[in-house]
């Protein structure tokens, strides 16, 4: 249905949001058909979107662009080196706020929460990995459905979280925020910026 709603005319029955394009408005409309028309040719699995084949081809083609720089092992997606470094590291982020207890992985914390309260968790249908917060599950279901709700009003590129969005959007905003005064660089970020003060200036 296309209505009159400033640049975005093309409206979804279903839940009413709007989209910019017909084609976007179609790509979303699989949410809520389950429409997956992009296959893999190795295993058969279905996919909303091509990018979401693209990314799981990978398993196939092991294809290894991230590699560890302590020990050289290559990973096929960033997020299990992120992973893999913090042996090397030993760190550990996710806190249990029951104990304290620190550990590396968020789904070893999970596990553990459960045991410590017999909290009902949120699990998911398709890899059964289990959430302890509903917002986070509701996240992590995007990599499976290839949903992208957050849409940028500048060039229809979406994205499945908002804060990767509003990063986005710095790229289309002309003047930079942050200026050095040392060697007259503009940044999007303050962290960009603290992050150049600490490089070569101050050696």
Excluded at 62 to 69: G, T
Excluded at 88 to 99: F, L, M, N, T, Y
Excluded at 163 to 182: E, F, G, T
Aim: proline fraction near 2%; aromatic fraction near 10%.
């Amino acid at each position: 249905m296309k209505i009159h709603n400033g640049e975005r005319n093309y409206q979804c029955s279903q839940c009413d949001k709007f989209f910019s394009s017909n084609s976007i408005l179609l790509t979303h409309m699989r949410i809520h058909t389950g429409a997956r028309p992009y296959q893999c040719g190795e295993c058969e699995k279905t996919f909303s979107q091509n990018s979401g084949l693209i990314n799981h081809m990978r398993k196939h083609t092991m294809e290894k662009s991230y590699k560890c720089s302590d020990c050289h092992k290559p990973f096929s997606f960033k997020c299990d080196l992120t992973k893999h470094k913090m042996d090397h590291s030993g760190e550990k982020p996710h806190r249990c706020d029951q104990c304290d207890q620190n550990f590396s992985q968020y789904n070893i914390i999970v596990n553990h929460i459960k045991n410590q309260t017999g909290e009902t968790l949120f699990k998911c249908s398709l890899c059964y990995k289990e959430f302890s917060v509903e917002g986070t599950f509701i996240k992590h279901m995007r990599v499976h459905t290839d949903e992208k709700p957050y849409i940028c009003n500048q060039c229809d590129k979406t994205f499945s979280l908002k804060h990767h969005l509003l990063r986005h959007m710095m790229i289309h905003i002309d003047n930079k925020s942050y200026k050095y005064s040392q060697c007259d660089k503009d940044f999007l970020f303050d962290s960009e910026l603290t992050t150049n003060m600490e490089g070569p200036h101050w050696r």
